[in-house]
């Protein structure tokens, strides 16, 4: 995990990606299907279209050349097939949420999360051991603070992502809590991160490891016990998106839940409106009073 380990202080964000089948560990194995490349050292995010044409990348807010967006794919291309790798010859076994929460239970088998603290302090498994391979940045340096604001620009401000560090001592500190011989089930919000802990992990000398696909996003309620203010399935959301009900996690509890719910996000909305208008008419008053007060 070089590209994982090393350097990689930026923001990680990890789109919804095709979910990987447990059938497909039979015959031509599993695809794992990753749209964005969360191996960008510092703060490089990239943003393509689902068309076939290749678009150039911004990275703090220069555009990358072709040169460099066939790197960034080649090292997605190699972290992916690790990936499978480990997966089809199962080194790495899945487990659905559902089969986790049966494990945990009847085998009491031990549940890593390596998901950062933003995400955990949402909800979190009941039991489980807590060790983020990324977490927040809260460093405030030069260099930092740029990251941040870039990560804010780019996109953070409506979905809530925060700019994230690796952790280099994350197998130091796996190692001292779990025992190697132990059964280690890996899980994260949406399953990416977790699987490359997994390869981190395989690396160091655990043999007994269990990735949970889809992640906490896919969990239904009853497949944990939980902790924590909110649902697993709204612990990696977050900004205005959030605060709007506009994520596709609140809609689709909205559609089990029905009016009630959702009237809770109209409010919020109109709300945002009002104080829109509000400061709208307070500016035009204003202007008029300064220019008023200047004249005098």
């Known amino acids: 995990m070089e590209l994982l380990g090393h350097n990689f202080t930026g923001s990680l964000a990890i789109p919804s990606s095709k979910p990987l089948r447990r059938s497909s560990l039979c015959g031509r194995g599993p695809t794992l299907v990753l749209r964005s490349n969360p191996f960008l050292p510092h703060s490089r995010r990239s ?3 689902h068309s076939n044409k290749a678009e150039p990348i911004l990275v703090m807010g220069a555009v990358v050349g072709e040169e460099e967006e066939t790197k960034q794919a080649k090292e997605m291309a190699a972290a992916r097939k690790r990936w499978e790798t480990l997966v089809r010859e199962q080194k790495v076994k899945v487990l659905t949420p ?10 009491y088998k031990t549940l890593l999360d390596v998901r950062p603290s933003n995400e955990h302090n949402k909800a979190r498994v009941k039991g489980s051991t807590w060790i983020p391979i990324f977490d927040v940045d809260n ?73 949970v696909q889809g992640g906490l996003d896919a969990a239904e309620e009853e497949d944990f016990q939980r902790e924590g203010p909110q649902s697993f399935k709204l612990g990696g959301i977050g900004g205005v998106s959030e605060f709007l009900g506009w994520t596709d996690q609140q809609r ?38 300064l220019e008023e007060l200047r004249s005098h």
Do not use: H
């Open 47 to 49: 943003f393509r279209s």
């Open 98 to 107: 559902k089969e986790a929460g049966y494990a945990i239970q009847l085998s």
């Open 139 to 211: 460093t405030f340096d030069v260099g930092s603070f740029s990251r941040k604001i870039t990560n804010y620009v780019m996109g953070g401000w409506w979905s809530g992502s925060r700019t994230l560090t690796y952790d280099k001592s994350f197998i130091s500190k796996v190692e001292e809590k779990i025992p190697k011989d132990s059964d280690l089930i890996v899980v994260c919000q949406k399953g990416l991160r977790s699987l490359a802990a997994c390869e981190q992990l395989y690396n160091a000398g655990y043999r007994n490891l269990f990735w």
């Open 252 to 289: 689709a509890i909205a559609a089990k839940e029905g009016w009630g719910y959702r009237l809770v996000f109209t409010g919020r909305l109109l709300g945002l409106i009002l104080l829109a208008d509000a400061l709208f008419l307070g500016a035009q008053r204003l202007g008029p009073l």
